[in-house]
């Protein structure tokens, strides 16, 4: 069996600010290197707040959050810790700091320590990547919200983390913004990164490993997205979806059609009607 990447053991969580109750209760969750984690859950059910923790931007009030053998609440483990887990926030305002595109992807490299040739290398793939190149003179805080969003995950991405945590990071994107950090996204799989992506997009967590779904600070089920598509009653009951495809699988059943085994996502469908 491999080891965790991360390891959430017996973690309880409440902002110093908000109210009594806990904002994170009893969570138990491992990651382990290469997988990809989609974090589902209604508004408000912790989804921020786990993701925040894994890097050890928040620290547990009860359990451990270990990284790599790290464990996030001893305060010499913080910065090996950052640079092996990747955080993309929700709202990039909150993560964009410097004055142009490409101080902003410089930034973090400076902090590390690595060459010039090397940083100027990265920044010219990863904003290829990320259709970023025209920007790279413009200052972030007159892009729009997709621009913003990409510069921020670019911004991670040149850090070349070994875990990315990624807080629903196509929520403000365009068709054509969305597909290229999707397509980012396989790639990184592809090179064997884990990817903890928080998202309420279904057709996103179709495409992962495992499925997380939280529910008022608890871990409401774990397992694959086959499994986590099964019960639409309680889905529903949650305010999730199913993803179009598995949609369109349960109308088709409702009349009793045939629908293939694996209906859950487009490319399922493809390979049933046109296989190649
Ligand atoms: N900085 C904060 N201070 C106090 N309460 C907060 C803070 N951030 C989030 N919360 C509360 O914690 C709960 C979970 O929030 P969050 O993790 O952002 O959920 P999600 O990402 O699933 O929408 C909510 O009730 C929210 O109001
Ligand atoms: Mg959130």
């Known amino acids: 069996m491999r080891n965790p990447i991360i390891s959430v053991k017996n973690v309880f969580y409440r902002y110093p600010e908000g109210s009594k109750k806990y904002t994170l209760e009893k969570i138990n969750l491992e990651f382990f290197p290469g997988e990809t984690i989609a974090v589902l859950g209604p508004n408000g059910s912790g989804k921020s707040t786990l993701a925040r923790l894994l890097n050890g931007l928040l620290l547990p009030i009860e359990g451990k959050v270990i990284v790599d053998g790290l464990a996030t609440c001893d305060e010499t483990n913080i910065w090996g810790i950052r640079s092996k887990v990747g955080m993309v926030f929700q709202n990039p305002d909150n993560q964009l700091v410097a004055a142009l595109v490409e101080e902003e992807l410089a930034f973090g490299m400076e902090n590390m320590g690595v060459e010039p040739e090397e940083m100027k290398k990265r920044i010219n793939d990863i904003s290829q990547a990320m259709g970023l190149t025209s920007l790279l003179e413009f200052p972030p805080h007159k892009l729009s919200g997709g621009q913003k969003q990409r510069v921020a995950i670019a911004a991670v991405l040149v850090l070349e983390p070994e875990v990315l945590v990624l807080d629903e990071p196509t929520s403000m994107l365009d068709p054509g913004g969305r597909k290229k950090v999707l397509q980012e996204l396989n790639r990184l799989k592809k090179m064997g990164k884990t990817l903890v992506l928080v998202t309420h997009d279904m057709s996103e967590a179709v495409t992962a490993d495992r499925v997380v779904v939280m529910e008022q600070g608890k871990v409401a ?23 179009p495809a598995a949609e369109l699988a349960r109308r088709l059943k409702q009349k009793d059609l045939i629908v293939p085994k694996a209906s859950l996502s487009v490319a399922d469908w493809i390979e049933h009607l046109c296989p190649q």
């Open 221 to 243: 089920f774990q397992g694959t997205p086959q499994e986590c598509f099964a019960d639409i009653d309680w889905l529903a009951k949650l305010g999730l979806e199913l993803p």
